[in-house]
């Protein structure tokens, strides 16, 4: 059964940084990529980028490059989110899903991680 | 970027309805095009992929069609379950992009 679980809530002020975990179970990490996906309250989905487990292949959106950075462990089949220099307009739940970069699928996905920004 | 849009924005349908959400896209993007259903409060659920197979255990009631372009999720008969926002997603290139969603409310 595959399962993504990720990080609890974080509350951040402006100008900091916030780093999601998702942890991945039941499949082998390395096949898959991990996509992450934000959305704002009451709004749509938005892709933020996506990261191979096997490599270091890498693509963000283009409104984030500079400030984000994906990465992975193997090692403990996490995947990591790491955003920088915070504003309000960051509020969002933060997803991870499964990337099947060949398929272009993402088809199981993380709870989701809410992640306020606040002075 | 590839633009996608869907119509309607929302929708109000009686359980056992037919009801069909379309989604258009700025560019041909073949049939890399993706459906999700969200719930308040939940992930998106991955159900339609190359934009008419269905994932594994998404009920038959749901299908999906269109290349190039234009594309329609129906669901044949609406059930309680079913009540939710629809999202597509383009995968021909990146960055993906979603459309704007179509909420499924009860009449």
């Known amino acids: 059964q595959v399962h993504l679980v990720q990080s609890g809530a974080e509350v951040k002020k402006p100008g900091a940084s916030v780093k999601v975990s998702c942890k991945a179970s039941g499949y082998t990490f390395t096949t898959y990529g991990i996509t992450w996906v934000r959305q704002a309250p009451g709004q749509g989905l938005e892709w933020m980028g996506w990261?191979?487990?096997?490599?270091?292949?890498?693509n963000y959106a283009q409104n984030l490059q500079g400030r984000v950075t994906m990465t992975t462990d193997s090692s403990t089949t996490t995947a990591y989110m790491e955003l920088r220099s915070l504003t309000s307009d960051d509020t969002a739940v933060y997803y991870c899903?499964?990337?099947?970069?060949?398929?272009?699928?993402?088809?199981?996905w993380g709870q989701g991680t809410l992640v306020t920004v606040s002075s | 970027d590839i633009q996608m849009t869907q119509s309607p924005s929302s929708l109000s349908a009686s359980v056992g309805d037919r009801v069909t959400i379309t989604c258009r896209a700025s560019q041909s993007i073949s049939t890399y095009l993706n459906w999700y259903q969200q719930k308040p409060g939940k992930a998106p659920k991955f159900l339609v992929h190359?934009?008419?197979s269905l994932q594994s255990g998404v009920p038959s009631r749901f299908s999906g069609s269109g290349s190039g372009t234009e594309f329609t999720l129906t669901i044949s008969s609406l059930q309680p379950e079913d009540f939710a926002t629809y999202f597509c997603?383009?995968?021909?290139?990146?960055?993906?992009?979603f459309g704007p969603g179509t909420k499924v409310e009860i009449k």
């Open positions: 997603q383009q995968s021909y290139n990146i960055p993906q992009t």
């Open positions: 990261h191979s487990a096997d490599n270091d292949i890498r």
């Open positions: 190359a934009a008419s």
């Open positions: 899903a499964r990337a099947n970069a060949a398929a272009g699928t993402n088809d199981y």
